[in-house]
């Protein structure tokens, strides 16, 4: 679909996420959320602040959010 058809939709339009692994990393976690997604990598660790695709509690997120 070129840009200016999405473009001429109604303001009242609505759209949906085809790439559902991409639509799950807009979705982001709480803060309490955050101490069950640290990884560590190397000596560094790092805390991954969405959610995530193919983890098992992203799931039941995506059916409330989604």
């Given amino acids: 679909m070129a840009i200016w058809q999405i473009l001429s939709l109604p303001p009242f339009a609505q759209a949906a ?3 559902v692994r991409s639509a799950y990393r807009a979705i982001a976690l709480r803060r309490c959320q955050w101490p069950a997604a640290v990884v560590q990598w190397e000596n560094d660790f790092y ?3 969405a959610l995530a695709f193919g983890m098992s509690s992203s799931a039941g ?3 409330v959010v989604g």
Avoid: L, N
Wanted: no cysteine.
């Fill in 47 to 49: 805390v991954d602040k």
């Fill in 61 to 63: 997120a995506w059916g």
């Fill in 17 to 19: 996420a085809r790439d």
